[in-house]
């Protein structure tokens, strides 16, 4: 229990950082790109402090900037500590100047730490009998308590008195100091005692008692029986110095000269209008309604919890049919109603369903259970009961559902014959098109984040690892609840975002007629899936294997020995020990890395290098396709099903999982062999048709830039007229190498490459790479043009947008950290092209699949979508009549300043068709 009425000490230095980290997965930040989590946290815990200790003595107490004592004993203390976050930094100030608003005493003393500060206060109290509360995460601070000084983690809600220590430390209070000097800091770099761990340390104090006394009986600590107490003795003598010092660092001074008496630190008066300036200023709304009296709001530590009051909730288990029609025909009547089901499996093609759930009104849901089969399971209604009521209802478009992530239970019912239709929202989408990178978009995630609710985990009911339950092995009692709550979050969820995106009317258009049309056609390529020729696979993994070998032998000759080449600790000593190889990068910790980047740079001047990038090449490409996907064909339909993902990648893009569609290389002899295991049906041809250098067609709408906008509507080699103009040389006298250069500065441009970036593409030296880049901007200063708006654009609104208006904010673009800024920068100008060839593909596969609905037969599948390029099969009697039609669909999904040209081929395999 803590104490009451007691001198409060708060550990300001310690909570800033732990409020800051605390706050960093949420990213949380102002409209403008101000990082604020470390603000808000600190903000709502200095209101519970004062709320909860009105009549209390109190000092908050903060590091001073530069050197302490421990500095001049020590220069190496705490020198292995990462210098502030500039995100953190940037809210120091802000923090204190609301800690002094809120009327707390503010304690800073030069040449010592806040711990030090504590100690004396802790002290003096102490002195007086009176009862101390420090307020702080540091274990440090153990050394403190006593019967008069106990501590407390808000962050935890742990309070910890005299017992507290020794059970948390193994060790009482007057030995923490010794604890910590023998077993050293790795966070404050103080030495302790080489090779002396937490267990040693216990043994030691436990059986001998403090340093002095060790040191006094050094004959008697090998009797204690730890591992390594018979050479202790003299390891102790040797490192006896070391050990002193780490005492002397680890002692908090509690005689420290402080200006304020203990009657001096009472609460004052709150300053309104300085609390209010920093509220405002990092959009604290709840707080700036709550001290100008218009509101009660209490904890503001999320980013939108202001319009999401706390919710009293009546989740129903139907068990019986009465019950179930009650709520059918509630269903039938409501306007809209949030739709969840519960499966044996993530894998859409294979799971069953094993419950259903539904929400019409906040806080209130029901849970109809028809598969759970663990031993005790109460009876239930069964599937064809539920699912046979429940389909009339999920195939009628006129009754509308919101979910989340609905194209898998859309797939998952299609198992049970039920074709949901009348999808109106999904809140997954709708958290996407929102803010693509605000957070994660899965309802736990977003429900924490949008509503200030912490929802019940699957872990929490399921457990974890290969002892997990699948849905259906789980008891009522546990899945009732959860199952309910993911209806009645979706619909609060919904609510909440759907509100957002109304006050953005292109935001919700982006929704309304690009990413809610295309859930269904995803759906549909899904259950559709490829035809892959495993045979052809598995002799290519034989090949590989073999190459493999050759390459692992001609490594270790090269070696001089032989080592594993998977491992980066032999790796790294061959290379960088042994060879003595130029080192380009360490790791965190301080060792040579060798990272992929790292071995492509060495690969350029040295063999061993080259050869182990091409070994993990391979190596890569067997494990993830050549072994893998023979793996993953579905004996049902003898086809491999693709996941594709909407919310995932922050432009807007598509990605795919299982197998990842995306990732297959294509410049490489290897990557065309995996796509030519992609096959169509027999009687079928594969048709690849993608659009052709769409974001340099973009770029030069976006920017329209006049040479550009000439160069694409005369159907020029737009890489051979960039050459001529660069380079002044005529079309026709254009080289190779001239094109080579001038393919990458257009497309370096396009995802913000420097000078730098271009010389080492370009092999050539970084002079002559910034020459060439101010000959391209001077032949096209449009595009210099766009780049500059873009930049300024984005660090006034925090955002960028598509020629469709799907924004991507960029937090990082008012950093002060140059690496981070530069990066958003680089972001800002490639996002907008990205995002917008992104969106063109999505309404071509919408206006592809809307052509498709209308042909009857069985002649044409659209199969996949990879980056710009949509992939079908199309029966051999068609190709030549569904060509031209494709082409044209996709030409038509934008009107740019320029032809959005689509090629396409036809072939036996995806290889060909490319």
């Given at each position: 229990?803590?104490?009451?009425?007691?001198?409060?000490?708060?550990?300001?230095?310690?909570?800033?950082?732990?409020?800051?980290?605390?706050?960093?997965q949420?990213?949380?930040?102002?409209?403008t790109?101000?990082?604020?989590?470390?603000?808000?946290?600190?903000?709502?815990?200095?209101?519970s402090?004062?709320?909860?200790?009105?009549?209390s003595?109190?000092?908050?107490?903060?590091?001073a900037?530069?050197?302490?004592?421990?500095?001049?004993?020590?220069?190496e203390?705490?020198?292995?500590?990462a210098?502030?976050?500039?995100d953190?930094?940037?809210?120091v100030?802000?923090?204190h100047?609301?800690i002094?608003?809120?009327?707390?005493?503010?304690l800073m003393v030069?040449?010592?730490?806040a711990d030090?500060?504590?100690?004396?206060?802790?002290?003096?109290?102490?002195e007086?009998?009176?009862?101390?509360?420090?307020?702080?995460?540091?274990k440090?601070?153990?050394?403190?308590v006593?019967?008069?000084?106990t501590?407390?983690d808000?962050?935890?809600?742990?309070?910890?008195?005299?017992?507290?220590?020794?059970?948390?430390?193994?060790?009482?209070?007057?030995?923490i100091?010794?604890?910590?000097?023998?077993?050293?800091?790795?966070?404050?770099?103080?030495?302790?005692?080489?090779?002396?761990?937490?267990?040693?340390?216990?043994?030691?104090?436990?059986?001998?008692?403090?340093?002095?006394?060790?040191?006094?009986?050094?004959?008697?600590?090998?009797?204690?029986?730890?591992?390594g107490?018979?050479?202790?003795?003299d390891?102790?003598?040797?490192?006896?110095?070391?050990?002193?010092?780490?005492?002397e660092?680890?002692?908090i001074?509690?005689?420290?000269?402080?200006?304020?008496?203990?009657?001096?630190?009472?609460?004052g008066?709150i300053?309104?209008?300085?609390l209010?300036?920093?509220y405002?200023?990092?959009?604290?709304?709840?707080?700036?309604?709550?001290?100008?009296?218009?509101t009660?709001a209490?904890?503001d530590?999320?980013?939108?919890?202001?319009?999401?009051?706390?919710?009293?909730?009546d989740?129903?288990?139907?068990?019986?049919?009465a019950?179930?029609d009650?709520?059918?025909a509630k269903?039938?009547?409501?306007e809209?109603?949030?739709?969840?089901?519960e499966?044996?499996?993530?894998?859409?093609?294979?799971a069953?369903?094993?419950?259903?759930?539904?929400?019409?009104?906040?806080?209130?849901?029901?849970?109809?259970?028809?598969?759970?089969?663990?031993?005790?399971?109460?009876?239930?209604l069964?599937?064809?009961?539920?699912?046979?009521?429940?389909?009339?209802?999920?195939?009628?478009?006129?009754?509308?559902?919101?979910g989340?992530?609905?194209?898998?239970?859309?797939?998952?019912?299609?198992?049970?014959?039920?074709?949901?239709?009348?999808?109106?929202?999904?809140?997954?989408?709708?958290?996407?098109?929102?803010?693509?990178t605000?957070?994660?978009?899965?309802?736990?995630?977003?429900?924490?984040?949008y509503?200030?609710?912490?929802?019940?985990s699957?872990?929490?009911?399921?457990?974890?690892g290969?002892?997990?339950?699948?849905?259906?092995q789980?008891?009522?009692?546990?899945?009732?609840?959860?199952?309910?709550?993911?209806?009645?979050?979706?619909?609060?969820?919904?609510?909440?975002?759907?509100g957002?995106?109304?006050q953005?009317?292109?935001?919700?258009?982006?929704?309304?007629?690009?990413?809610?049309?295309?859930?269904?056609?995803?759906?549909?390529m899904?259950?559709l899936?490829?035809?892959?020729d495993?045979?052809?696979?598995?002799?290519q993994?034989?090949?590989i294997e073999?190459?493999?070998?050759?390459?692992?032998?001609?490594a270790?000759?090269?070696?001089?020995q032989?080592?594993?080449?998977?491992?980066?600790?032999?790796?790294?000593?061959?290379?960088?020990?042994?060879l003595?190889?130029?080192i380009?990068?360490?790791?965190?910790k301080?060792?040579?890395s060798?990272?992929?980047?790292?071995?492509?740079?060495?690969a350029?001047?040295?063999e061993?290098?080259?050869?182990?990038?091409?070994?993990r090449?391979?190596?890569?490409l067997?494990?993830?396709y050549?072994d893998?996907?023979?793996?993953?064909?579905?004996?049902?339909?003898g086809r491999v099903?693709?996941?594709y993902?909407?919310?995932?990648?922050?432009?807007?893009r598509?990605?795919?999982?299982?197998?990842n569609?995306?990732?297959?290389?294509?410049?490489?002899?290897?990557?065309r062999?995996?796509?030519?295991?992609?096959?169509?049906?027999?009687?079928?041809k594969?048709?690849?048709?993608?659009?052709?250098?769409i974001?340099?067609?973009?770029?030069a709408?976006?920017?329209?830039?006049?040479?550009?906008?000439?160069a694409?509507?005369?159907?020029?080699d737009?890489h051979?007229?960039t050459?001529?103009e660069?380079?002044?040389?005529?079309?026709?006298?254009?080289?190779?190498?001239?094109?080579r250069?001038?393919?990458?500065?257009?497309f370096?441009?396009?995802?913000?490459?420097?000078?730098?970036?271009?010389a080492?593409?370009?092999g050539?030296?970084r002079?002559?790479?910034?020459?060439?880049?101010?000959l391209?901007?001077?032949?096209?200063?449009?595009?210099?043009?766009?780049?500059?708006r873009?930049?300024?654009?984005a660090?006034?609104?925090?955002?960028?947008?598509?020629?469709?208006?799907?924004?991507?904010?960029?937090?990082?673009?008012?950093?002060?950290?140059?690496?981070?800024?530069?990066?958003?920068?680089?972001?800002?100008?490639?996002a907008?092209?990205?995002?917008?060839?992104?969106?063109?593909?999505?309404?071509?596969?919408?206006?592809?699949e809307?052509?498709l609905?209308?042909?009857?037969?069985?002649?044409?599948?659209?199969?996949?979508?990879?980056?710009?390029?949509?992939?079908?099969?199309?029966?051999?009697?068609?190709?030549?009549e569904?060509?031209?039609?494709?082409?044209?669909l996709?030409s038509?999904?934008?009107?740019l300043?320029?032809?959005l040209?689509?090629?396409?081929?036809t072939?036996?395999?995806?290889?060909?068709?490319?």
């Amino acid at each position: 229990m803590a104490p009451s009425n007691p001198l409060i000490l708060v550990d300001g230095s310690s909570y800033l950082y732990r409020a800051f980290f605390a706050s960093q997965q949420a990213d949380l930040r102002t409209s403008t790109g101000l990082p604020s989590g470390a603000v808000r946290v600190m903000a709502n815990m200095m209101r519970s402090l004062r709320k909860q200790y009105p009549d209390s003595h109190v000092a908050v107490v903060f590091d001073a900037k530069g050197k302490t004592f421990r500095d001049e004993i020590y220069p190496e203390y705490k020198a292995t500590r990462a210098s502030m976050p500039d995100d953190l930094r940037s809210q120091v100030a802000p923090i204190h100047q609301m800690i002094k608003a809120m009327g707390f005493p503010f304690l800073m003393v030069e040449g010592v730490e806040a711990d030090d500060v504590i100690g004396t206060l802790a002290r003096q109290a102490t002195e007086k009998q009176l009862p101390v509360l420090i307020s702080t995460g540091d274990k440090d601070m153990a050394q403190l308590v006593s019967d008069h000084v106990t501590l407390i983690d808000t962050m935890k809600d742990v309070v910890t008195d005299r017992e507290g220590v020794i059970e948390k430390f193994g060790v009482p209070p007057e030995l923490i100091i010794d604890y910590l000097a023998l077993m050293g800091d790795k966070v404050d770099n103080i030495p302790g005692m080489t090779g002396v761990g937490e267990k040693t340390a216990q043994a030691l104090l436990q059986g001998i008692g403090s340093i002095d006394q060790i040191a006094a009986n050094l004959d008697k600590v090998a009797a204690l029986g730890f591992r390594g107490s018979k050479a202790f003795a003299d390891k102790f003598r040797e490192q006896e110095p070391q050990v002193r010092l780490s005492y002397e660092l680890a002692t908090i001074k509690t005689d420290v000269e402080l200006e304020q008496s203990l009657e001096e630190l009472v609460l004052g008066p709150i300053d309104k209008e300085s609390l209010l300036a920093v509220y405002r200023e990092y959009e604290l709304r709840n707080l700036v309604k709550e001290l100008e009296g218009s509101t009660d709001a209490s904890d503001d530590a999320q980013v939108e919890p202001d319009s999401t009051p706390a919710i009293e909730t009546d989740y129903q288990c139907v068990l019986t049919e009465a019950e179930f029609d009650g709520w059918l025909a509630k269903l039938a009547a409501a306007e809209l109603f949030a739709f969840d089901t519960e499966t044996t499996s993530l894998d859409y093609m294979e799971a069953r369903v094993v419950g259903v759930s539904f929400a019409i009104e906040p806080g209130k849901a029901a849970y109809v259970p028809f598969g759970h089969d663990y031993l005790g399971a109460p009876v239930q209604l069964t599937e064809a009961v539920v699912l046979g009521k429940l389909k009339p209802l999920l195939e009628d478009s006129t009754h509308l559902k919101v979910g989340q992530n609905l194209k898998y239970d859309r797939n998952v019912l299609l198992n049970h014959g039920i074709d949901l239709q009348g999808i109106a929202f999904d809140t997954m989408l709708e958290s996407y098109v929102l803010n693509s990178t605000a957070s994660r978009h899965d309802m736990d995630s977003l429900a924490k984040k949008y509503l200030g609710v912490d929802t019940i985990s699957f872990e929490a009911i399921a457990g974890k690892g290969a002892k997990q339950l699948t849905f259906n092995q789980i008891e009522l009692e546990q899945a009732a609840p959860y199952a309910a709550e993911d209806a009645d979050i979706t619909l609060r969820l919904h609510h909440a975002l759907w509100g957002q995106l109304c006050q953005e009317p292109s935001l919700a258009k982006v929704f309304q007629e690009i990413e809610l049309p295309l859930l269904p056609v995803l759906a549909r390529m899904e259950l559709l899936g490829t035809t892959i020729d495993p045979k052809l696979l598995h002799q290519q993994s034989q090949e590989i294997e073999l190459r493999l070998k050759e390459l692992e032998g001609q490594a270790h000759e090269l070696a001089g020995q032989e080592f594993n080449l998977s491992s980066p600790k032999q790796l790294g000593e061959i290379l960088f020990t042994k060879l003595a190889l130029p080192i380009i990068k360490k790791t965190p910790k301080g060792a040579p890395s060798t990272a992929e980047e790292v071995l492509a740079e060495l690969a350029e001047n040295y063999e061993l290098p080259r050869l182990l990038m091409e070994h993990r090449t391979l190596a890569k490409l067997k494990s993830t396709y050549t072994d893998k996907l023979p793996l993953m064909i579905k004996p049902r339909t003898g086809r491999v099903h693709t996941s594709y993902h909407q919310a995932v990648a922050a432009t807007g893009r598509l990605s795919s999982t299982d197998p990842n569609l995306q990732n297959i290389p294509i410049r490489n002899e290897q990557g065309r062999r995996i796509r030519q295991a992609f096959v169509p049906i027999p009687g079928y041809k594969l048709v690849a048709a993608d659009y052709s250098q769409i974001e340099l067609r973009i770029m030069a709408h976006l920017s329209g830039d006049k040479g550009l906008l000439t160069a694409f509507a005369e159907g020029k080699d737009i890489h051979k007229a960039t050459a001529a103009e660069v380079f002044g040389v005529a079309l026709d006298a254009v080289t190779i190498d001239m094109r080579r250069s001038a393919k990458a500065i257009n497309f370096g441009l396009i995802y913000g490459m420097s000078a730098f970036g271009l010389a080492k593409q370009l092999g050539i030296g970084r002079a002559e790479a910034q020459k060439y880049m101010d000959l391209y901007f001077e032949r096209y200063p449009g595009v210099l043009e766009y780049m500059e708006r873009t930049r300024q654009q984005a660090e006034a609104q925090g955002y960028v947008e598509t020629l469709f208006g799907r924004r991507l904010y960029l937090p990082e673009i008012k950093s002060r950290n140059a690496g981070l800024r530069k990066g958003a920068e680089r972001a800002a100008i490639n996002a907008p092209m990205q995002g917008t060839a992104a969106d063109i593909i999505k309404r071509a596969m919408i206006q592809v699949e809307a052509w498709l609905q209308g042909i009857q037969d069985d002649s044409i599948h659209m199969m996949m979508q990879v980056h710009d390029e949509l992939v079908f099969e199309v029966r051999a009697d068609k190709v030549e009549e569904y060509v031209p039609l494709i082409k044209a669909l996709m030409s038509g999904a934008a009107e740019l300043h320029v032809p959005l040209v689509v090629e396409a081929g036809t072939g036996d395999n995806w290889d060909q068709a490319h």
